[in-house]
């Protein structure tokens, strides 16, 4: 697949490898206040070793949360900055290349769970409309998300908080900023209708349910310059309560993707999570169960519909594509000039020799081990996590 294994250049000054970036994904191990350990150096510098263009890092909180994952990384002070150097030394080290991804949950989290309750502050959302579904399972009784929200009253101080998470990777030596905008956190609440019923100038309109995800992207270029930013978004989201109309979709992402556009970002991650794709390679997560009520077209393809307002001539800005593509497609639609880089997501854990396979023409090895994969609880650090063979 010799198209995926072409260099490119990243922004103005970032160049990659390749074009096979690895995805952000939750991983469950960050101990003594939520930082990285010696496991996630090992995890991280593998996979650059092997020749990764580009990793992007697990969704990392900008401040305590009271989400799913109790051992998910958070940076808000300098033992932060210290914890994550080291993860970002040994990428570069290895001669790759890395992304923080900063992460507010919004209305996905519980108010009982413990590291929000050490800080005394509630679960924050746009409205509140709490969303359906969630697991805590390490909260009594196994309680979904939580119904106590209480309603953001400035947005600004928010787009603070992001800011200076940001800040704080740039001292920690990123490479530059995923800002993560779907799954239905705090962004993604913003931009959906059903999880945001404000009536001042953060809702209703398209062009208003975009002005806090849009907020928090500038404050960010304030401080990395926009040719080290991207923002991933997905049109098509039926996670954690976030199923839109054709409509509204269209109406809301043809707004956002062309205010994007205006910035000269780095690159615009479209996932396509949600589609009727009927070929998800993980086992356990072909058994759960989706969302339905988008009403999309038959077969339909949010690259289709919004590709040509990413990419186009004269647009500096990559466009990177997500969600359970295969070698071949992404190979495939690079040759044809539809996109630049293709992410691998959950592969990306049980291949530390994900490139290398590509390489070679190897097939990827499947996930046989089931859901404790990606979220736990583990033994020991490295438990599904540093113990996968290569071929």
């Known amino acids: 697949m010799a198209e995926l294994l072409e260099p490119i ?44 263009g580009l990793i992007v890092a697990e969704g990392t909180f900008i401040t305590p949360h009271g989400a799913e994952w109790p051992h998910a990384p958070v940076m808000y002070e300098q033992g932060h900055v210290d914890a994550w150097s080291k993860v970002t030394n040994a990428v570069h080290e290895a001669g790759g290349k890395i992304l923080f991804q900063p992460w507010h949950a919004g209305r996905i989290q519980n108010d009982k769970m413990p590291m929000l309750q050490e800080t005394g502050c ?64 705090l962004l993604h609440n913003f931009l959906c209708s059903h999880a945001n019923a404000r009536t001042d100038q953060y809702g209703g309109s398209a062009e208003n349910r975009c002005r806090f995800p849009l907020q928090v992207l500038d404050a960010i270029i304030e401080v990395w310059g926009s040719r080290a930013v991207g923002i991933k978004i997905c ?45 998800e390679t993980d086992e356990y997560f072909r058994s759960q169960p989706r969302a339905h009520g988008k009403e999309l077209p038959p077969a339909y393809d949010p690259l289709v519909q919004f590709g040509h307002l990413i990419k186009y001539p004269g647009s500096r800005t990559l466009l990177m594509v997500n969600h359970e593509y295969t070698v071949e497609e992404g ?17 990306f854990i049980y291949n530390p020799d994900l490139v290398s396979r590509v390489k070679a023409g190897v097939p990827f090895a499947s996930n046989t081990r089931g859901g404790r994969v990606n979220y736990g609880p583990f033994n020991d650090p490295n438990e599904n996590y540093n113990d996968w063979p290569s071929s």
């Open 9 to 52: 250049i990243l922004g103005d000054n970032i160049p990659l490898r390749n074009r096979i970036c690895m995805g952000s994904m939750t991983r469950n191990r960050c101990i003594d206040n939520n930082k990285p350990t010696d496991a996630g150096i090992k995890h991280y510098s593998t996979r650059a070793q092997d020749g990764t």
């Open 331 to 347: 190979s495939k639609l690079i040759k044809q000039e539809k996109i630049d880089l293709v992410t691998f997501g959950r592969p």
């Open 235 to 279: 049109p098509t989201d039926d996670y954690n309560d976030t199923v839109v109309s054709y409509g509204e979709l269209t109406n809301t992402y043809t707004y956002f993707i062309k205010e994007l556009m205006r910035r000269d970002l780095a690159f615009v991650n479209l996932s396509r999570r949600g589609c009727d794709l009927e070929r």
């Open 122 to 185: 509630p679960v924050y959302a746009p409205s509140k409309i709490p969303a359906k579904g969630g697991k805590f399972r390490t909260l009594e009784g196994t309680p979904g998300y939580t119904h106590n929200l209480t309603e953001i009253k400035d947005p600004k101080v928010i787009v603070e908080q992001f800011c200076q998470s940001s800040w704080l990777a740039k001292q920690a030596g990123f490479d530059g900023i995923e800002l993560l905008s779907q799954g239905g956190y």
